[in-house]
């Protein structure tokens, strides 16, 4: 899913923006409904100009030569994925759009802005990925508008919770991920701690029983396409 190269330099400039953030007492609870003792902001690196250039040429880069074909269009996801997708048309001269999760339910009460999308290879875009369940919502809004949809890139992968990969199955979807919690713990880094990485590790080993035990998901839930 994400190339080892792209994967260090893109943990890097997380662990380098503050985007990795251990909790205290209190878990986090991510938008899929699982807890974590980790949160990665990705949006923290928005603000840095030399932290969002550096993702935005990872990412370019990932474009060109990890698809089997050029993308038509961007689409950023609502909202996580709406900046980066802007930069990257910007970077390879694409035409942008973006998707809803759910129509607006006013005006044009469209699920994706922009233009059309009718009989173009677009590519989704987003920040994050947990497990996969907000693309559901995303690839319907794109192909429901004649979009051609095989892949979608996300800046960071938690490669943590079940079910992602039978869910781009069923949604017919390639992930191709610049980074996940394997990346950063493989590097040796001032801002990851002995004690957080050792916090992060058992965590990974059965993310499933941590977040059931601290309050979060306990299990997958129906794929909704």
Same mark, same amino acid.
């Given at each position: ?20 953030? $251990? ?6 609870v991510l938008a899929a409904g699982w807890a974590s003792p ?16 550096? +993702? +935005? ?36 001269? $694409? ?52 979009a051609s949809l095989t892949h979608t890139l996300c800046l960071f992968h938690h490669g943590t919770f079940p079910g992602g ?18 990346? +950063? ?37 129906? $794929?909704?396409?």
């Open positions: 899913m994400n190339s080892p190269l792209s994967g260090d330099a893109m943990a890097r400039l997380l662990l380098e923006g503050g985007a990795v953030q $251990l909790a205290g007492d209190q878990p986090f980790a949160y990665v902001d990705v949006r923290l690196l928005i603000g840095e100009p030399s932290l969002r250039r550096a +993702v +935005v040429a990872l990412a370019a880069d990932a474009i060109r030569t990890r698809l089997p074909q050029p993308p038509e269009a961007l689409a950023g996801a609502d909202t996580g994925g709406i900046p980066w997708a802007a930069w990257l048309a910007e970077e390879l001269d $694409l035409p942008l759009r973006y998707v809803r999760k759910r129509p607006l339910g006013i005006g044009r009460n469209a699920q994706v802005e922009g233009g059309s999308v009718e009989g173009r290879r677009v590519l989704l875009i987003d920040d994050l990925m947990t497990d996969g369940s907000s693309k559901a919502a995303f690839a319907r809004g794109l192909r429901s508008a004649g990969a039978e869910r781009m199955r069923e949604l017919e979807l390639e992930l191709v991920a610049l980074a996940s919690w394997r990346d +950063v713990l493989a590097l040796q880094h001032p801002a990851l701690s002995a004690d957080s990485r050792a916090v992060l590790e058992g965590f990974l080993a059965d993310p499933v029983s941590w977040s059931a035990a601290h309050g979060g998901r306990v299990g997958l839930a129906p $794929l909704a396409i």
